[in-house]
């Protein structure tokens, strides 16, 4: 009977080890679960991190075109997005190549982002956007009308690596103080890119450009403009009125700059240095807050009047020591700069025309490199101070005895 009683009623021990049987199984589902949560978690936080950086996908409808490839139609505001990044694919993998007209017309989102889109943005796509920073980076793109214009708030814009076709008034009234960097690309801009912008400071690095006229024309708030190792060929008046006492740097570049293409400009300090320019009438004409201005070596085409009554200029620098240095210029290249005391002509060969700095009645000191070779008549410096002194070949002379001896 005790053997039987002891089969029905279980001991001690066995209740002990069914406790710690369970309880196992209790850590292992707990240890299951909080994986669970954990990577319940992750994929929450995954989403949350997306979401900051590109807007869900229901947020942009695309069309397909049948053939591999799509368009953007529409998108939401993107309110409190602080980093978009416009997609290159949709869920079905087909390559986006179209956005429509004002597709992001009025966006909120802080940056936005275009890269890898190859294709075709129609007009106004970004028009009155609130966004603070714009880059464009490996893009093929042809741009239409008014893409960017009156992005008021837009802090920075950044263009790298791209081939970019833009249509008139692509970034028309950009910025608040706005910085510009544009590197390792070739873009064509058509009238009125950035005029009456409020950029602050432009550095186009390693770029082909060819723009329409005023393309920065009436931005006045510029303090910095540097052009580097760059292909440039602008229409008339791509910088007029450009600047409030900009910084101007032009060094290692080819190309055309139109008519007044820096007329009625604000430039403080003009360096050129190491190109191959040519420049039409009037190009630097005009400005009143020009102070000195260095044309060092190359090769120089200037038209009429290109410095014409850059009344506040005090010494002017043309030339440097490199040979084979050209410097063709047009009729009164320097004339009517009253305020003008000093000019230094370096090495190079200079034809000028005729009153090239004439009445500049304070130009009292003139050195001319002796390795230059000036082609000029009686009406060069007509006008000079009464003390006018003309260094060149360890000879002094007037404005007469150096028209005479050059004749």
């Known amino acids: 009977m005790l053997y039987m009683f002891q089969n029905v009623i279980p001991s001690p021990i066995y209740y002990a080890g069914k406790l710690l049987y369970y309880s196992?199984?209790?850590?292992?589902?707990?240890?299951?679960?909080?994986?669970?949560?954990?990577?319940?978690?992750?994929?929450?936080?995954?989403?949350?991190?997306?979401?900051?950086?590109?807007?869900?996908?229901?947020?942009?409808?695309?069309?397909?075109?049948?053939?591999?490839?799509?368009?953007?139609?529409?998108?939401?505001?993107?309110?409190?997005?602080?980093?978009?990044?416009?997609?290159?694919?949709?869920?079905?993998?087909?390559?986006?190549?179209?956005?429509?007209?004002?597709?992001?017309?009025?966006?909120?989102?802080?940056?936005?982002?275009?890269?890898?889109?190859?294709?075709?943005?129609?007009?106004?796509?970004?028009?009155?956007?609130?966004?603070?920073?714009?880059?464009?980076?490996?893009?093929?793109?042809?741009?239409?009308?008014?893409?960017?214009?009156n992005l008021e708030d837009l802090e920075t814009l950044t263009i790298t690596d791209c081939e970019l076709e833009f249509d008139d008034y692509a970034f028309y009234k950009l910025g608040d103080d706005a910085t510009v960097n544009i590197s390792n690309s070739t873009l064509s801009f058509g009238d009125s890119a950035f005029e009456y912008s409020g950029i602050k400071e432009i550095t186009i690095d390693s770029c082909d450009i060819n723009a329409n006229s005023s393309f920065f024309g009436?931005?006045?708030?510029?303090?910095?403009?540097?052009?580097?190792?760059?292909?440039?060929?602008?229409?008339?008046?791509?910088?007029?009125?450009?600047?409030?006492?900009?910084?101007?740097?032009?060094?290692?570049?080819?190309?055309?700059?139109?008519?007044?293409?820096?007329?009625?400009?604000?430039?403080?300090?003009?360096?050129?240095?190491?190109?191959?320019?040519?420049?039409?009438?009037?190009?630097?004409?005009n400005n009143g807050k020009m102070e000195k201005a260095q044309i060092g070596n190359g090769k120089y085409t200037f038209g009429e009047y290109s410095f014409y009554k850059c009344d506040k200029a005090v010494e002017f620098t043309i030339g440097g020591e490199a040979e084979g240095n050209e410097y063709e210029m047009d009729d009164s290249f320097g004339s009517y700069c009253t305020d003008l005391t000093t000019l230094n002509l370096g090495a190079g060969k200079y034809t000028v025309g005729s009153e090239f700095f004439s009445n500049c009645n304070s130009l009292a000191d003139i050195v001319i490199n002796d390795k230059s070779e000036l082609e000029a008549d009686e009406y060069t410096f007509y006008g000079a101070s009464d003390e006018l002194k003309i260094s060149y070949q360890n000879q002094v002379y007037d404005a007469d005895s150096f028209a005479n001896m050059i004749e």
Not at 66 to 94: A, H, M, R, W, Y
Not at 233 to 249: C, I, P, R
Request: charged share 25%; proline share 1%.
């Open 218 to 285: 009436n931005s006045e708030d510029i303090v910095s403009f540097t052009l580097k190792d760059s292909s440039f060929e602008s229409k008339d008046y791509a910088f007029y009125k450009l600047g409030d006492k900009a910084t101007v740097v032009l060094t290692d570049c080819t190309g055309v700059f139109d008519e007044s293409a820096f007329e009625y400009a604000e430039i403080s300090d003009l360096s050129i240095d190491d190109c191959e320019l040519e420049f039409g009438d009037s190009s630097f004409a």
């Open 24 to 149: 196992k199984i209790n850590r292992e589902v707990n240890k299951k679960m909080k994986r669970k949560i954990v990577v319940l978690m992750l994929a929450l936080g995954s989403l949350f991190c997306y979401s900051t950086v590109v807007s869900a996908s229901d947020d942009f409808i695309f069309e397909s075109n049948g053939d591999g490839t799509c368009k953007i139609t529409e998108t939401g505001t993107f309110e409190n997005v602080p980093e978009l990044l416009i997609p290159s694919v949709n869920s079905s993998n087909e390559q986006v190549t179209e956005l429509d007209d004002y597709t992001l017309y009025k966006c909120e989102a802080e940056t936005v982002t275009f890269s890898g889109l190859n294709g075709e943005l129609h007009e106004d796509v970004l028009e009155y956007s609130e966004c603070k920073n714009l880059v464009i980076d490996s893009c093929n793109l042809k741009i239409g009308s008014s893409f960017a214009g």
